[in-house]
């Protein structure tokens, strides 16, 4: 599959930097017609957004300020569905900054949504990469994170203007009581 067929290979690297790990770049361009590399098991940072939509007039503005938000940080707007949208930290390129910078847009999307947003937050698994098969037609690169039924759970029991950090289970456990 060609993913940039009209751009130069320098000129699509030029610009994708920053963006995309460059050693994905350079495999994107040095096998054109490969399939993404299997997905990745790792630790990753996100935030679980659900904005007040009882008044979808006022939801347009809602999302805009979130999106106003997110390019400030190191933060990728991964999912964007109406008034649910997921962030990630270190998604193409793992970020050690990743806690502090997901704790920083916290703050930021507390002070300027109010009551107006539910905000989980927290590190878990996740697999990281290409989720669909190979020969697939679609393409799709993102994370998928363990228990995310779970984490779905904790958000819609959240009231409007609450923010909790998620706590996975397993870690749960194996903390001393």
């Known amino acids: 599959m060609r993913f940039f067929p009209s751009y130069s ?3 699509a690297r030029r610009r994708l930097r920053g963006y995309i790990d460059p050693k994905l770049t350079r495999y994107i ?12 098991s790792c630790q990753l940072d996100f935030i679980l957004i659900l904005l007040r939509d009882d ?5 347009p503005s809602l999302v805009e300020r979130v999106t106003e938000v997110v390019p400030g940080s ?11 949208i997921v962030i990630t930290f270190g998604l193409s390129i793992p970020n050690p900054d ?17 009551e107006n947003v539910k905000l989980l937050h927290g590190q878990a698994l996740a697999l990281v990469g290409s989720l669909t098969g190979r020969g697939s037609r679609f393409t799709h690169f993102g994370s998928a994170f363990q228990n ?8 819609a ?5 609450e923010t909790r950090e998620f706590v996975p289970r397993t870690a749960a456990r194996s903390s001393p009581t």
Do not use: K
């Open 98 to 114: 990743a806690p502090a910078q997901r704790i920083q847009t916290v703050s930021r999307l507390e002070e300027c949504l109010a």
């Open 157 to 161: 029991t959240l009231q409007y203007g």
């Open 148 to 155: 995310f039924g779970a984490m779905l759970q904790a958000l």
């Open 9 to 11: 290979a320098w000129r």
């Open 29 to 40: 361009f040095e096998a054109p017609d490969a399939t993404f590399p299997p997905p990745r």
């Open 55 to 59: 008044n979808l007039d006022e939801l």
């Open 74 to 84: 190191a933060a990728c707007l991964e999912h964007l569905t109406g008034p649910f």
